[in-house]
């Protein structure tokens, strides 16, 4: 039985250092699905990088080179992880630090707060609007969370849902977010998926829409969003989905992308890897993966801060109230 | 030469003879195996993964001289691993209809073969969480298969003696002993597309559809028929599949299986 078996299947692949390196590479190259927006010319890479591959090369060389390789694609969703170490290209570090929470504590929430769910929310701005704290989007929520809040606020004039430096989480929070803040269905983003190797072979576009909630549960009144660069992945998809709502505006620094939906393999040698093979883009075609603009730019200014003031909520609070 | 008079001797002796020894019944047929598996799936790695293998059929039989029919649920669980601690866990299930028919030309008391068919849909799942967003899949495979089984019974006739100072004495004991085999006249399969992708808001159904691979099974066993008319058996189980060089990837898996099962007696 084993004989036949060793007749119809495959053997394993080799897991030296070229080999690995030329597996990955390949994959990448068949896979990827941002190569138009990161301006990188992948042959180029493998002329840079082959070079440096040979069979004695330790596993923690082989790792920094795989690892420098993959980001070349400057993307906060590629990663090579093995049991000693995790590449990975930090999309915070290209803006400001846009946030201190323990500042938003002492300046604006107090220590009297509310935790409803995920949500961390106060009455601020002499209590004409609700600041609402959602740090993650792999955290869940409920209606009951969400109708808690609406009713608290329901009197303000309007909403602060800070997500900056959201790393993102389940693309299902994005859209069940959404149906709270629209009574019509609206297409927010087109996705596609690679479906060849070549750099511009997908599948075709299907559109996502944003669909209201079915009961009484919904807040119509004006949104301000405060982003930064650590705002990636599902955070960056709501800001997408957010540009095609009349109601809610982004206030702060550019998200950091991360639209394409990673999936992971494996190497010959065992270690693991993700990147990106879907590709968003708005309902008119624009490729936003480098990162969605805010409406109104702000980061923090310390000269700001030492006299009490989040630069960023400040300046949502200026359009909230029409200051 | 020697060889070839005895099989022409044992041939003529069975073809004689045309009645079956053992009994014939419909069965609810219930196993139990532990054994080994591996599998590959180049959609997501180049390894492949091996491990520890269990599985349970649950079936309704007919068995006489001339049909064994067999409507069958299968369900089979394999934990796997590869580069040390890397994990596969691999599931499947599925459902079969096989009708096989005695041949004959070898039909005998004791020795006959079966041919028949043999279809089975079965749905497969793997769940490896190192591997992000791909790290939940879903396959697709039916396929038709011809199916032969050769039989052999024999009796051990009821014995006493004694053992030291100990007397014993032994029932008559009725055994089958059987080899079957599976080869594909058929096979579809429905495996991803070039991308591989979780679950989120991703339809499982949309597949890549194809006719393709190979598919094999062997079984030999032995079956013990007990005086109430249920059957013990015990045998080892072997299946090997792969989707064949029409899939965007490879997928290839095989499992080694010992099994005991229970034939209960129905009518």
Known sequence: MASCERLVFSPNPPADPRATFQYLWDKIDRQYAYFDVKNVDWDEIYLEYAPKMHADL??????????????ELKDGHV????????????????????????????????????????????????DNIGYIRYSSFSSLFTDENMMFMFERYENTDGLIFDMRQNGGGYLMNVFKFLSYFTLTEEPVYTTCIKSGPDHEAFTESVAEYSTPYDTVIHYLKPIAV??????????????????????????????????????GGQLPNGWTYRFSITRTLTPDGLNYENGIPPDIYAVLD?????????????????????? | MKFRKLL??????????????????????????????????????????????????????????????NVQGSFSYA???????????YFIGGLSVSYIHTMPFIEGERLRLRFGGLLETSVSGALNTDLQNASLNVD?????????????????????????FLKYSLPQRNYRAFFKLDLPLLILNGRPEFAYLNPEDFDYFSRRYYVGGYKMGTKLGLKRYLKNGNIIEIAYDWNMYTAGNKDIYLLERAS????????FKLN
């Open chain 2, 8 to 69: 022409i001797l044992v041939l003529l002796t069975t073809i004689l003879s045309s009645k079956e020894i053992l009994p014939s019944n419909t069965y609810l047929f219930s196993n139990f195996g532990n054994g080994y598996a591996h599998i590959k799936d180049t959609g997501t790695s180049p390894l492949r993964y091996e491990g520890l293998y269990t599985g349970t059929d649950l079936a309704y039989k007919r068995i006489n001289p001339k049909v064994i029919f």
């Open chain 2, 79 to 89: 934990a796997t691993f590869a580069a040390d601690y890397y994990n596969l866990n």
């Open chain 1, 302 to 323: 310390s000269s700001d801060m030492a006299q009490g003031y989040d630069t960023v909520i400040e300046t949502a609070l200026d359009s909230l109230l029409g200051r």
């Open chain 2, 256 to 263: 080694h299986n010992f099994t005991m099962a229970f034939y």
């Open chain 1, 79 to 126: 990663n090579l992880f093995s049991e000693f170490n995790k590449s990975r290209y930090d999309i915070r570090r290209l803006g400001p630090n846009n946030i201190d929470f323990r500042f938003i504590q002492d300046n604006y929430l107090g220590a009297d707060y509310y935790y409803t769910g995920p949500f961390i929310h106060d009455f601020i701005a002499d």
């Open chain 1, 58 to 71: 330790s596993d923690d060389s082989l790792f920094t080179y795989l690892g420098s390789m993959m980001n």
């Open chain 1, 226 to 263: 405060l982003i930064d660069r650590g705002s990636y992945s599902a955070t960056s998809m709501f800001s997408l989905a957010t540009l095609q709502l009349n109601n809610i505006f982004l206030v702060g620094d550019t998200t950091g992308g991360g639209l394409g939906m990673p999936n």
């Open chain 2, 140 to 164: 697709y495979l039916t396929d038709l298969m011809i199916t032969s089984q050769l039989e052999y019974d024999y009796i051990l006739a009821e014995k006493s003696g004694k053992f030291l």
